[in-house]
């Protein structure tokens, strides 16, 4: 029997590196009167590793300039699995004028043995933040669960990965190819069959193909924006992660199941009106081990008034009663996230529902093309930077190929279209801020315009 080990946001060092186990950037600003922000990296160590956090890591600030980060040392952190350890570098950043701007850390280097990309012990770890300064209020990416967790069951995982924005802006989850520094992907990378990310709550799944997984460490990224309601990119979080396929663990089964009694779409999307409560019942029903082993827990940024999780248990399950209230001082046009997770010795089950608290017609969603899932890194042999961009776009193939290109907003509105030689600059100064599709031939990538 295999088993899966989900290690989120997992940047691991060896020999000149520290071993850490999880990351992503956290960026808020301060006060609206001021563009001071509040930049926080926050990552997973490897208590295991005598080597520490920080000394050779590059704070960069967007803005031209940059900082290592000091080495610092981990507080262990057994809830979240063995030997996994938590570490937080805050700065305070004062920005000169207003922008877009893209924060990045870059260390080296991977851990060593990812199945899925070549290398990875010689491959430096690579994280961003992108932030908007201007009139309006920033995007504030958090995410609901802790990260850093090991997880999983026999055939399949279910992880959420999902955010919460105190700025009411709409999140997007998408996969990526992790990164080794700015513009560059990790080398040789591949994604298992089964695997996939829904868009709207950020629920990271990989189904088993019957006999075609091996044990080991592979290796994941996902990129969540936020968008305003006139669909402008306000800002995203790049975050790193890794599942590790294991052998069956002694005294953990892998067929548990953990269900509800709501028949809700595949989003798990759900509302209520004003000073109502809604109730979601569901229920773990583990193999022949103890109940005790298992535990039920609520991840979510709503307060206790409007999301409360109570448990009771029988001699063969655990049942869970959650609870939703719809309350004025909650209200906003966009849903919160609210995570129910099983979980036992670092392996965890989770079950995301998407709660608007505004009466709307939320089953119309926004019609993305198929290419904005799909990974954003262009394959080695094509070039596209900068990105994001201010206006030019520069194309280059290293094959010598000429190639035809289009661009299209996210509705799938082709807006631009020509043939371009296999080194070339494309004009984008009249476009909008915003994220569009690129198009090289049958190839498909994302692109920010500031």
């Not at 966009?334 to 608290?357: E, H, K, Q």
Request: proline residues 7%; hydrophobic residues 40%.
């Amino acid at each position: 029997m295999v088993r899966l080990v989900f290690l989120l946001s997992i940047l691991v060092h060896v020999a000149q590196a520290t071993h850490l186990r999880g990351g992503y950037i956290s960026v808020k600003r301060i006060s609206p009167e001021s563009l001071t922000c509040k930049i926080k990296v926050t990552v997973f160590v490897n208590t295991r590793s005598p080597i520490n956090f920080g000394g050779e890591g590059e704070l960069r600030f967007g803005d031209g300039t940059s900082m290592i980060v000091p080495e610092l040392s981990s507080t262990p952190r057994p809830d979240l699995g063995p030997g996994v350890g938590w570490v937080e570098f805050t700065i305070d950043h004062q920005f000169l004028r207003e922008g877009g701007y893209l924060i990045t850390y870059t260390e080296p280097n991977r851990n060593a043995g990812i199945i899925n990309m070549s290398n990875s012990v010689d491959t430096r770890f690579h994280l961003e933040s992108y932030i908007l300064l201007d009139s309006q209020k920033p995007a504030a990416i958090d995410p609901v669960n802790p990260l850093g967790f090991q997880s999983i069951f026999q055939s399949s995982i279910s992880f959420s990965v999902g955010a919460h924005d105190s700025s009411d802006y709409r999140l997007q989850y998408s996969l990526i190819t992790p990164k080794q520094s700015l513009g560059r992907p990790v080398v040789q990378y591949s994604v298992p069959a089964g695997v996939s990310l829904n868009p709207f709550n950020g629920l990271f799944s990989w189904i088993f193909p019957p006999n075609n997984t091996f044990v080991g460490e592979y290796a994941f990224a996902g990129r969540v924006e936020a968008y305003d309601q006139q669909d402008k990119l306000r800002g995203f979080n790049v975050f790193d992660f890794q599942v590790m396929v294991i052998d069956a663990v002694a005294g953990v089964a892998g067929n548990v199941s953990i269900s509800d009694n709501r028949n809700l779409d595949e989003n798990n999307r759900i509302y209520t009106a004003t000073e109502e409560s809604i109730s979601i019942t569901f229920q773990i029903s583990p193999p022949p081990f103890t109940v005790d082993s298992w535990k039920l827990s609520l991840h979510t940024f709503l307060p206790a008034e409007n999301a409360s999780l109570t448990i009771s248990e029988t001699s063969t399950s655990r049942v869970g009663l959650l609870r939703l209230k719809n309350t004025p001082s909650i209200q906003r046009a966009n849903p919160y996230l609210v995570v129910v997770r099983a979980s036992i010795s670092g392996f965890v089950y989770d079950i995301p529902y998407m709660f608007f608290t505004q009466d709307t017609d939320y089953n119309n969603v926004i019609p993305f093309p198929e290419d904005m899932f799909e990974l954003e890194n262009p394959p080695e042999r094509l070039l596209l930077y900068p990105n994001p961009t201010d206006g030019f776009l520069t194309f280059q193939d290293l094959t010598g190929q000429s190639a035809r290109f289009s661009i299209l907003k996210l509705t799938g509105e082709e807006i631009a279209s020509g043939q371009i030689e296999w080194s070339s600059t494309l004009d984008l100064w009249s476009l909008a801020p915003g994220m569009y599709i690129v198009r090289i031939n049958d190839e498909s990538f994302r692109i920010v315009k500031k």
